[in-house]
């Protein structure tokens, strides 16, 4: 899934941080709310402006992110 054009981010919006369409939820709420054991169903019944398309961008966001993450151990800390 594409999230391009779904999550927004706007220097003055929510501290720069990626939301939904524009709107002040962020990124980090949906991944919140799904890591407490919330269903999209009831994400989108307690936030009626967001889609379960709206969702699944978040989740496509935070992978795509994950996938470019590279962490450097320096020689002197790497496990032996």
Same mark, same amino acid.
């Given at each position: *899934? /594409? +999230? !391009?054009? %779904?999550?927004?981010?706007? @220097?003055?919006?929510?501290?720069?941080?990626?939301?939904?369409?524009?709107?002040?939820?962020?990124?980090?709420?949906?991944?919140?709310?799904?890591?407490?054991? *919330? /269903? +999209? !169903?009831? %994400?989108?019944?307690?936030? @009626?402006?967001?889609?379960?398309?709206?969702?699944?961008?978040?989740?496509?966001?935070?992978?795509?992110?994950?996938?470019?993450?590279?962490?450097?151990?320096?020689?002197?800390?790497?496990?032996?």
């Amino acid at each position: *899934m /594409s +999230y !391009q054009g %779904i999550i927004t981010i706007e @220097p003055g919006k929510r501290g720069g941080k990626p939301c939904v369409r524009r709107l002040r939820i962020t990124v980090g709420d949906v991944l919140g709310w799904l890591a407490a054991g *919330m /269903s +999209y !169903q009831e %994400i989108v019944d307690d936030y @009626p402006e967001l889609t379960e398309q709206d969702i699944r961008a978040c989740l496509a966001y935070a992978a795509d992110l994950e996938r470019r993450l590279v962490t450097v151990i320096p020689r002197h800390e790497a496990p032996v």
